[in-house]
């Protein structure tokens, strides 16, 4: 699970990703499902046994094959409490397999996991990270490095799926095996993880790397299909077989934004300030940033970078006070956004809305923020990730307790999740056609991807940013919608 360390220095370390993407971190309340009735019901003994790779020894729950698919007794025989079955593989796989049949027959069995169409599998032929049993997929995040298990829900969010998958599907009569590789938020370590990841996996599914520059140069130099959760650099964005689940075109922003600000709060939106962490890349994409809030309606006033090491934001808050700002957006960690707060409180300012992406959308920055948090506006591209009805939260939040009891649901591990149910359907629908170079065919073909309804239309193929957000608020401590309908979603804004 996410430290909180990693979660309250996420804007500081990760400052680029935090804004090119405007705003695509999360949290949410934790909450611990063992079970979930109707869509996400699991069967107790289903583990997944999936976790392989040496780069991730010392995460919990990340070792090889044979610490998490071994232990079990005769295939089948599943007490409904463990992942038993199975001889322990290389990689994990036995377990997996062997876990779910013995969940299987010790409890209700899981519910099946729809691959899309199947394609025919004649002429399915081994390959690299294909063999007759399975399909190992990479995924290459930061999980050690200055902020320990900083992207381990993009890791959680793919083996997570795997595991459904591996519970009741095949692609081929392959299962699916994810090689966990950790980056170590180096661009070095991203460049090493790939190197192996060209080698020993067919694909990459979910990565979150906050420098993940590193690696797009040998992703497309071997024909790597990188589907990642996020993408972040200029230089995945260009490479040819990569891709990111969350679109993001670097140079675009979401127009419904500024636009839903402008609707609801009127003369209001023509006194709007930017405050920002001055640190890495943030400058420029908060810049870029005013720039589309202007371009769609917004009277931008004051934009005033704050130093990281800056612990009075007294003058800052007195310079909005001074020129009559009524809407404020912060960029930064949520210890940052807290210290914002508590100095307009101290001075008895209080704007028309207290505005910020989704790097606060996080269970520990509600607890630490307390009151002066309560109001707090912010827009998401995920669904409510504590919203059991929605049929494929609930399916994401079941797998994430098996794979990694008391998880906390992220946005990372959601378009992990996610990419690697686009992988399956793609590779399914190939069969026996199933290439690199045919799925990074499939890839850029993909428009409106969901994710089964777990996140807004996203233009996988075309790499085009998204443009559908919606507005939650923090009302007594509970994150609640207050846009209309699903999403609002608006033109997207050119910036320089």
């Known amino acids: 699970m996410t430290t909180t360390g990693a979660r309250g220095l996420l804007g500081a370390l990760a400052a680029g990703l935090a804004l090119a993407l405007a705003g695509c971190g999360s949290q949410v309340a934790p909450g611990t499902v063992a079970q979930v009735t109707g869509a996400g019901a699991l069967a107790p003994g289903a583990a997944d046994g999936l976790t392989s790779g040496d780069d991730a020894a010392g995460v919990p729950g990340a070792g090889t094959g044979a610490d998490v698919g071994a232990g079990g007794t005769a295939a089948g025989s599943g007490d409904g409490t463990s992942a038993s079955g199975g001889s322990a593989g290389t990689s994990g796989t036995s377990g997996a397999v062997g876990g779910a049949a013995g969940g299987a027959s010790g409890g209700d069995a899981p519910p099946a996991a ?203 808050v007195q310079e909005l006070k001074d020129r009559g700002i009524e809407l404020v957006t912060y960029v930064g960690p949520y210890q940052h956004t807290i210290r914002m707060q508590q100095a307009m409180q101290q001075q008895g300012y209080e704007p028309e809305a207290f505005i910020q992406d989704q790097t606060i959308y996080d269970q520990t920055y509600v607890e630490e923020a307390g009151a002066v948090g309560d109001g707090t506006l912010v827009y998401t591209t995920t669904a409510l990730l504590d919203d059991m009805s929605n049929d494929e939260v609930a399916l994401y939040r079941s797998w994430l307790e098996q794979v990694r009891p008391g998880a906390v649901a992220t946005i990372y591990g959601a378009y992990a999740w996610s990419a690697t149910r686009l992988f399956v359907e793609q590779a399914n629908r190939l069969g026996g056609r199933l290439t690199r170079e045919a799925l990074v065919g499939a890839f850029r073909k993909v428009s409106d991807w969901t994710g089964n309804g777990l996140h807004s239309p996203q233009q996988v193929g075309s790499k085009r940013s998204g443009d559908c957000v919606r507005f939650i608020q923090l009302d007594g401590g509970r994150w609640k919608q207050v846009s209309p309908g699903d999403y609002v979603c608006g033109d997207l804004l050119r910036v320089s």
């Not at 943030?282 to 130093?307: N, T």
Request: proline content about 4%; charged content about 15%.
């Open 114 to 316: 729809d691959p899309g169409q199947q394609g025919s599998c004649d002429g399915f032929s081994n390959t690299t990270g294909v063999t007759g049993e399975a399909i190992t997929l990479a995924n290459v995040s930061d999980i050690s490095g200055p902020v320990p298990g900083v992207f381990q829900a993009a890791q959680d969010g793919a083996r997570a799926f795997a595991a459904y998958f591996n519970a009741t599907s095949d692609i081929c009569g392959r299962k699916l095996d994810v090689l966990a590789l950790d980056s170590r938020a180096d661009s070095a370590a991203n460049q090493v993880a790939y190197t192996r990841a060209c080698d020993e996996a067919f694909a990459a599914v979910g990565s979150m790397s906050v420098f993940d520059d590193g690696g797009a140069a040998t992703a497309q130099g071997c024909g790597l299909p990188d589907l990642h959760a996020l993408s972040v650099s200029q230089q995945v964005f260009e490479c040819s077989t990569c891709f990111g689940t969350a679109s993001v075109t670097p140079t675009l922003q979401p127009g419904a934004v500024p636009q839903y600000l402008r609707k609801s709060y009127g003369a209001a939106a023509d006194k709007v300030g930017v405050l920002y962490i001055n640190v890495g890349t943030v400058p420029l994409a908060s810049k870029r940033l005013a720039e589309a809030w202007e371009k769609g309606g917004l009277g931008v006033d004051y934009v005033q970078a704050i130093d990281v090491a800056e612990f009075n934001y007294a003058p800052y």
